[in-house]
């Protein structure tokens, strides 16, 4: 990120540095905002930027918005062509990460959701989140997640990522990499800010959407590319903290976090502590998805740069 950096801001593109709102901002004081995270990777062979499921990211946001009763005047296909023009003003030529966000505007005291809402975004350059290329040591976490009928955790409402927080500082204090996050009753929900994947007997298993986690991108596409590639099925079911002891592998996923292999839970190594075979076969798959190198799963992929060049050539 530099000082020539262009977010999009109340309307129309500007410098980064000057996408400021007001302190007095309901959003900010109340965290009445939905947010998303949207990955570009960058592919040097084919001098491309591949933005990875923008629209379904952006129809994922506008249905989190009803949650606080954001209104935009904006389709998914808006945003996503506003996203494709921001990146091309800032003529990335590497892997970034996109943050769209919707928010109440209103200056304001008091936690009424009242009307006024409006959007900005900016992309940043981002390369692991959490590490990939090793096994993870995490801990179950003594905070347990939100549930629907307090904060919708299904919806990526800025307020609410304080219990992420709390959760992954936790871990990190107590010399953990990450955290997994328990429900009320009692079961496993998610990591602090991703979903995860547990490979039992040769299947993969995951926690359901009604286990107060996110309805993950990145969650759907691994179930996806697994069946079709390597003939994997997934099952989405009740996990207990104990099974995780005695999985043959577990993972993160997220478009922050992408396929993060997990070592151990609770000083507790997972196999023989380090990354799984069907972990890193999924791991790989999903990196040659991404980054455009499956002609199968373009259709995923948005491209930014080519696309202009040939409109330009066809207008000339």
Not at 104 to 120: E, F, H, M, R
Not at 246 to 272: W, Y
Request: charged share 25%; net charge negative; aromatic share 10%.
């Amino acid at each position: 990120m530099t000082d020539s950096s262009i977010a999009f801001f109340e309307g129309k593109f500007i410098p980064l540095s000057e996408a400021k709102v007001s302190v007095q901002l309901h959003g900010f004081n109340y965290g009445t905002a939905i947010f998303e995270g949207i990955r570009g990777y960058y592919n040097p062979d084919k001098e491309e930027m591949y933005l990875f499921r923008l629209v379904d990211h952006y129809r994922r946001m506008l249905n989190n918005c009803k949650l606080i009763k954001i209104e935009l005047p904006y389709n998914a296909q808006d945003l996503a062509d506003l996203t494709c023009e921001m990146i091309r003003r800032n003529n990335f030529r590497r892997d970034i990460y996109i943050r769209p966000l919707a928010y109440k505007n209103a200056c304001q005291i008091g936690t009424k959701l009242s009307p006024g809402s409006d959007y900005t975004m900016f992309a940043v350059p981002m390369d692991d989140y959490i590490a990939t290329n090793r096994a993870l040591k995490v801990c179950i976490s003594s905070w347990r997640r939100v549930e629907d009928n307090s904060i919708p955790p299904r919806g990526k409402i800025c307020g609410s990522y304080v219990n992420s927080a709390l959760a992954a500082t936790e871990a990190r204090d107590n010399g953990f990499d990450e955290a997994i996050v328990l429900n009320n009753d009692g079961h496993v929900a998610e990591g602090a800010a991703m979903n995860i994947f547990m490979i039992r007997e040769g299947k993969l298993v995951t926690t359901p959407i009604t286990a107060n986690i996110l309805e993950g991108i990145t969650r759907d596409t691994i179930a996806k590319i697994a069946k079709d590639e390597m003939g994997i099925e997934s099952e989405a079911r009740q996990i207990d903290r104990s099974e995780l002891y005695m999985a043959d592998e577990l993972f993160f996923c997220g478009t922050g976090a992408q396929i993060a292999p997990i070592g151990s839970v609770d000083h507790r190594k997972i196999a023989d502590g380090e990354p799984g075979e069907i972990t890193l076969a999924i791991q790989k798959l999903y990196d040659e998805v991404v980054r455009g190198h499956k002609e199968k799963y373009l259709d995923w992929c948005t491209a930014i740069y080519k696309t202009t060049a040939v409109a330009a050539e066809a207008n000339a």
